[in-house]
């Protein structure tokens, strides 16, 4: 979760355009994610995972809260969460040969695993429909009480359901307890081809 944390903040402070003799890192000084610093935290994190060693507790709290505080919280949360999501998918065409409902059923399966194994927890349960994941009260919250956070669920069941139904897949958090809501909803919310045909 901390490399993909750190290396969506990179993608969203990267510039859209590069000259050929452009240095980012000198000429965008301010975005963190061009920073030397970053760059040698994402190379020691990628180093750890690839020992399959984690990081402490404090650690991840410690970067949420870096994350948190910048005004586009909610997009670095969500595309970190995606990278999670998509990292272990196979070849996509070969899920579309099965029928929507065991798509479905596997896309349930899988996100519940990674966010326990993300997590060492369990975040809520699935509710009735096609994939409607709910939770109340959850640690997210404490992590982020303004709801930020929440984003990464979405990034990451979006990254497994567009791996399993097509790009079309997406996912909409609504309602939210940290905006008011009963509880946190993680929602199917469209995809182009449910079929797969």
């Not at 003799?21 to 760059?39: F, Q, S, Y």
């Not at 065409?93 to 695993?113: S, Y």
Request: with cysteine; proline share 5%; charged share 30%.
């Amino acid at each position: 979760m901390a490399l993909a944390l750190l290396e969506a903040i990179r993608l969203q402070d990267a510039p859209g355009e590069v000259l050929d003799d452009e240095d980012p890192a000198k000429t965008l000084p301010r975005r963190l994610g061009l920073n030397d610093v970053v760059e040698a935290q994402i190379r020691r994190y990628r180093d750890e995972a690839r020992r399959h060693k984690r990081i402490t507790e404090g650690q991840i709290l410690d970067l949420v809260r870096l994350v948190v505080r910048r005004p586009d919280a909610e997009e670095v949360f969500f595309r970190a969460g995606e990278m999670l999501g998509s990292a272990t998918r196979g070849p996509s065409w070969v899920w579309r040969l099965l029928p929507l409902g065991i798509r479905l059923a596997l896309a349930r399966r899988r996100v519940r695993r990674a966010l326990r194994g993300l997590f060492r927890r369990r975040l809520g349960g699935f509710g009735r429909g096609p994939f409607r994941l709910e939770a109340r009260g959850h640690f997210l919250l404490e992590l982020d009480p303004g709801g930020d956070a929440c984003h990464l669920v979405s990034g990451l069941a979006q990254g497994y359901l567009i791996g399993l139904l097509g790009k079309g897949a997406r996912v909409r958090h609504s309602p939210c307890q940290a905006l008011g809501g009963e509880h946190c909803a993680w929602v199917l919310e469209s995809s182009e081809d449910p079929t797969g045909g």
